[in-house]
C-alpha cells in the first residue's frame, strides 16, 4: 500500500497571538481585550461541558463574574469529574525552595519537556498564571502539604530539576476538586449555574457558523434534549480510551470532541499521545482499564531490573526476588543513561527506556512487562514512618491491587496510555476555529507541545478555568447579541433529528458481538500500531484495517434493553462509535509527521551511532529525532468524512525568545 494521501488545506495564521515581550504579553492582552460590563454580563448564557478541574473552575468562575451558565457532565456528581484520580501534584513557580525556579524556568522546561512542539506565548502564560492558582487554592482551603514549620511544601516531578510540585500526599486532584467543586456548588446555590448531571452531550449546534448550543441526551430517562447559548466551552478531558486499556476512568471518551470536529472545529496533533512510565502492569486480557501509580513515587523510589537476562527469567519464574540481587548486578538504566535527571527523568523518555529493557528480556513482571520502582535506599535513609507520610495512601493502593507489601518489596511498574497532548485546535483565547467554541483543558491541544511535564495537567486545568477564560471569553461575547439565539432555531431541530436517528441506528443493528470487544479490537489495533512506538508500516496497516473494524461495528453490534431509559451498553456503543472515527485522524496525524518527538516516537526517526549528537555524548542511541525545518508546527486537522483522508492545515511554531535545542536530559 502506498502512503496514503491526504489533502493539504491552508496555514492558519490567525491565533490571536499578543504582541511585544513575552513577559508582558498576557498583561497586556487583558488590557487589550474587550470588556463587558457587569450588567450586561447577567444577560449572557454560556454553556460549559464538563466539570472537571476545567469545566467546573470556568463554570464558578464566569458564573462569580455574573454571567449565567449551565454545566454539564455525564457523572452523577462533578466530584466524580476524572481529575479526582490525579495523585502527585501541581506545578507552580513560586520558589519556596528557594532553589533556583522561576516563571521563566517552568516555561523553558515545559516548552523543553513538550519537545519544542508548542507555543511560546501560551506556555509562557502558564507559568505566569501557576503563581495565582496556588495562592487560589489555598484561600480555598485545600489541604496542601506542608513542613514542619507550616510552610507548603514541594517535591520533584520529571522533567525539572528543581522543586516546584505542590501536592496533598497522594490525592492532590481530588482535593484540589474538592475545593473547585465547593466555589461551584456556591454558585448553583446562588443560582447563577444550573447544573445537569447524568448528562451527556451528544452534538454541537451551530448557527451562522457559530457555536451557540448543544444536544444532550439524559443518561436516567433517555430524553434527547436541545440547549441554546450565547457561547459553549467544552472542558471535556482526552481522548486516551481510543487505546482502550488506559489510566482514564472507564467513561472517559472524546465524544464532545469528536462531535465539535466534525462540525468543522480543527483536530490538533492528536497523535501526541503521553504513556506514563508509572503503571501497575497489565495482568491479564481480562482488564478493563490500568492502574496509575503517582510519578511523585519516583523522588524516593529508584528503578531498575537486573542487568543480566538470565536473573530476570529467574525473578519472572518465581526463582529469585529483588532482594537475590546484588547491587552490582542491577542495572538503575535511567540513572546510568541521565544521570543529571535520573528517576525524574520526562515521562516520554522514561517510558521508552523501560519498554527497552523489557524488550532486551530483562523485564521482571510475569508478562516480561515490568520493571522494579524499589524503595529499600529511601527507607533507609528517611525511616518507613517519613515514606509512609509522603506516599502511604499509594502504597495501600499498591497493595491492594498487587498483594505485594512495597514497603518490604520493590513495584513493579509498566508504561500505559495516560494523557493526551493533541486535542481541539485552539487561539490564545482558547477559542477553536469554530467561533463561540472555546476548549479548555486536556480536551485543547495548546500548552504541553509533544509530552506534558509531570504535574503540568492540573495546572493546565486551573489556569484555564481560573484565570484565563474569564477574559479571553469577552472579546467574543462583545461582539454577540445576548439570548438571540433559542432552542426554537430550525438548526437546533435538525441535530436533534441527527442524533434521535443515530441513536436509534444503533439500537437497530441486532447483531451478536457486545460493544465491549469491538472498543478492544481498536485498542489493541491502535496499541500495536499507533502506541509507544510507530512505523510507517503499522501506521498504513491500521489505516487499511480501521474501516473493517467500523464497517462490522455498524453491522454486528447488539446493544440489550432500549434507548428510552438507562442504557449503559447504549451510552458505551455511541462513544466507541466515535473513537472509531477519531482513530482515523489520529494514525493518519503520526503517518504524516516523519519525525520523532515527545510521545509521539517514529522508529524510523532516530539517533544513532553515526549522529554527531551521539558521539559527542550528548545523546544515547535510540532516542527521538526531532525535524525542526519540516515539521516545526501544529497539525490541525479538518474533518471531511468516515473513511476518507482529513484536510491538514498547518499553524507554524515561531519561537521568538528561546531556540529550540537538541533535547537531552543527561
Known sequence: ????????????????????????????????????????????????VGSGL???SAAATLSELGYQVDCFCYQDSPRRAHSIAAQGGINAAKNYQNDGDSVWRLFYDTLKGGDFRARESNVYRLAEVSEEIIDQCVAQGVPFAREYGGLLDNRSFGGAQVKRTFYARGQTGQQLLIGCYQALEKEIANGGVKMYNRCEMMDLVLVDGHAKGIIT?????????????????????????????????????????????????????????????TCIPVSGDYQSKLTLMSESLRNDGRIWVPKSKEDAKAIREGRKTAADIAEADRDYYLERKYPSFGNLSPRDISSR????????????????????????????????????ARYGNLFQMYEKITGTNPYKEPMQIYPAVHYTMGGLWVDYNLMSNVPGLHVLGEANFSDHGANRLGASALMQGLADGYFVIPTTIAPYLAGQKPGSITTDHPEFQKVETEVRDRINKLMSIQ?????????????????DKCGMARNAEGLKEAIEKLPSIREAFWSDLFIPGDADNMNQELEKAARVADFLEFAEVMLYDALHREESC???????????????????????????????????????????QPGQAPILHKEWLNFDFVKPSTRSYK
Open 353 to 388: 527506556s523501560a519498554k527497552e529493557v523489557c524488550d532486551e528480556g530483562r523485564g521482571v513482571a510475569p508478562t516480561g512487562l515490568g520493571v522494579f520502582l524499589d524503595f529499600r535506599d529511601a527507607i533507609e535513609r528517611l525511616g518507613e514512618d517519613a515514606i509512609r
Open 217 to 277: 441526551r439524559d443518561m436516567v430517562t433517555g430524553e434527547i434534549k436541545s440547549h441554546a447559548a450565547d457561547a459553549v466551552i467544552l472542558a471535556t478531558g482526552g481522548y486516551g480510551n481510543v487505546f482502550f486499556l488506559s489510566t482514564n476512568a472507564m467513561g472517559c471518551n472524546v465524544t464532545a470532541a469528536l462531535r465539535a470536529h466534525k462540525r468543522g472545529a480543527y483536530m490538533a496533533n492528536p497523535c501526541y499521545t503521553q504513556i506514563h512510565p
Open 511 to 527: 447483531g451478536k458481538r457486545t460493544v465491549d470487544s469491538f472498543h478492544k479490537e481498536l485498542g489493541l489495533l491502535m496499541w
Open 1 to 48: 500500500m502506498d502512503t496514503p494521501l491526504y489533502p493539504t488545506g491552508t496555514d492558519i495564521t490567525e491565533a490571536a497571538l499578543p504582541k511585544g515581550d513575552l513577559k508582558s504579553q498576557w498583561t497586556n492582552h487583558r488590557f487589550d481585550s474587550k470588556l463587558i460590563n457587569p450588567a450586561n454580563k447577567r444577560k449572557f448564557k454560556i454553556i460549559v
Open 598 to 640: 515527545g510521545g509521539h516516537f517514529r522508529e524510523e526517526h532516530q539517533y544513532t551511532e553515526e549522529d554527531e549528537e551521539v558521539k559527542s555524548g550528548l545523546l544515547s542511541p535510540g532516542e527521538a529525532k526531532r525535524d525542526d525545518e519540516k515539521f516545526s508546527y501544529v497539525g490541525a486537522w479538518e474533518f471531511t
Open 54 to 56: 476545567a469545566g467546573g
